[in-house]
């Protein structure tokens, strides 16, 4: 039975935080009296369903139900999580949070807010111990972050339970052991954006100026290294030490007016809100979102590939709904082998339009690597100095698959032995063969650097399968070679 998220208030956070959870496979109410909520949610989830599944590599859970509450208590109902995105007024919040605890007292509620304290919140609240901050970025439904702030009355637990909620839709709970104004991100976004409105105001430079100082440099350092291993690094070879010795004085200098603010008026918002116009002015909301959108999904599965910052938490929600699939039988059941669930990603098309000619075999290996940890062959064996190595494959380009396209791939294991593994890799679109590959595989010793028998716990796994699929009808394509006509 899918669990129910509550969200209260439906705005651009709001709706994040509702897409988010609806594709992770939550039923979710929405309350919120704006008239256009509905409409406005429903453009969120668009740009959510057009984006978040291409930074996984496993086919998303069945979509949650969406419905929309008249009343908080209506939405509440049920739920086994409450995230509460209304505006930024105490005395709203703490109203929204009585009605919530009326009629459910003990569910677990979460504030976006991202200037109040938890105790504040906690105010006068029938159970303040299951209200605190749980401050997430835009767009919610892309950006992992999530800070969760508790308060000496949150009991240790809840607080857990409340961060194993967030990493089960895939998001990152920062634990912020001190309540502070405005948490940790938003005190330094502060920072950085008072002295930004200083920058135009004394006429240095421009919103588009500053915007392309962020972008094409530090911005793209902060968004795999952060601010200190930056730093670090800036040290060279003696470090952080070496740095604040040799940066460490600047801070003296009177560089910034970080403890002042200019005065805001009509003249300071004029300034700003023009020269923003003319930088972005021709672009909708809309049309900016997917723009953004788009860029993050591509920075975002670069840092996949490579396991580092907000990548590893993209590889670590995929391996825990790879094991989940596992424990249900929906991965290595069947024969053939059901070994590999896979989405059609942006990076994987060609001009054409279709997936590029290289990610049909990618998908093979991705299907056969499933197959070999399966057997045992895994990368704690590979460590251990043995790995099975692909001698030969044929591929066979049987359809187009195109972008957002799930695929599954199956493993027919034709024959083996001691040494050798002869496997017939399908990668299926809709149940129908898109591409096949043939492949024979040696098992070697990677010291010696030559074929040797797989160790006997391997075999022990592998050679039942073999068995087992001897009785599968063979298919047509094995043994063909290139060009060879059909029959």
Known sequence: MARKAA?????????????????????????????????????VLANARASLPALSDIPMPSEGVLSFAGTITEAVEGADYVQESVSERLELKHRVFAQIQQSAPNVLIGSSTSGFKPSELQERAANPGSIFVAHPFNPVYLLPLAEVVPSPRNPPEAVERAKDILRDIGMFPLHVRKEIDAHIADRFLEAVWREALWLVKDGIATTEEIDEAIRMGFGLRWGQMGLFETYRVAGGEAGMKHFMAQFGPCLQWPWTKLTDVPEFNDGLVDLIAGQSDAQSGHHTIRELERI????????????????????????????????????????????????????????????????????????????????LRLIGADMDYVAGGHSYY???????????????????????????????????????????????????LLHVDMKAGKSCPAAPEV???????????????????????????KS
Request: include cysteine.
């Open 390 to 440: 692909t001698a030969e494959s044929h591929v066979m380009h049987l359809d187009e698959a195109k972008l957002g396209d799930a695929l599954t791939g199956t493993v027919q294991v034709l024959g083996a032995d001691e040494k050798r593994l002869h496997l017939f890799l399908s990668i299926l679109k809709d149940g129908a063969p898109v591409a096949t590959v043939e492949q024979i």
């Open 292 to 371: 953004r959108d788009s860029n993050l999904i591509g920075f975002l599965r670069a840092l996949k590939d490579r396991n580092w910052g907000a990548g590893k938490v993209l590889r670590a929600h995929d391996d825990k709904r790879k094991a989940a699939l596992h424990a249900e039988g929906k991965i290595g059941d069947g024969a053939p082998l059901v070994m590999a669930h896979l989405r059609v990603l942006p990076g994987w098309i060609d001009y054409n339009g279709h997936m590029t000619e290289s990610r049909y075999l990618f998908a093979g290996s991705e299907t056969c690597d499933n197959f």
């Open 459 to 485: 075999l022990a796994k592998l050679m039942p399968i073999a068995e087992a699929h001897k009785a599968l009808p063979r298919p047509e394509a094995v043994g063909r070679h290139v060009g060879q006509r």
């Open 7 to 43: 969200i209260i208030g439906g705005g651009v956070i709001g709706g994040g935080w509702a897409a988010r959870f609806l594709l992770n496979g939550w039923d979710v109410a929405v309350f919120d009296p704006d008239p256009q909520a509905e409409r406005k949610i429903s453009e």
